[in-house]
């Protein structure tokens, strides 16, 4: 059983390194230091940014039919690098 969750992380981090979604081509972070965001509008920014990477990554995550533990450490992994964490 533990070989079966592994192989599903294992699979489930290849897949999502080979599909990065558009919108999230460059990070929230990233996207935050063109705009020379700073104070509230930074932390206004940053919170839209990362809603809307949650949003996008639990959508990929039921595409790719991911339950429990693996969809949870998917999910994690597609907001982090979205954000730029």
């Known amino acids: 059983m533990i070989r ?9 981090a290849i897949a999502s390194i080979a599909t990065v979604e558009p919108s999230f081509a460059q990070s929230c972070k ?4 063109k705009q020379k965001l700073a104070g ?4 206004s920014f940053m919170t839209k940014c990362e809603r809307e990477a ?6 990929k995550a039921g595409a790719q039919k991911l339950a429990g533990a ?12 979205a954000v730029g964490g």
């Open 40 to 43: 509230a509008a930074l932390k």
């Open 4 to 12: 079966i969750i592994t192989a599903v992380v294992a699979t489930v």
């Open 70 to 81: 693996a969809k949870n450490s998917f999910t994690k992994k597609c907001v982090t690098d």
């Open 30 to 33: 990233e996207n935050a230091a």
């Open 54 to 59: 949650q949003e996008a990554c639990d959508t």
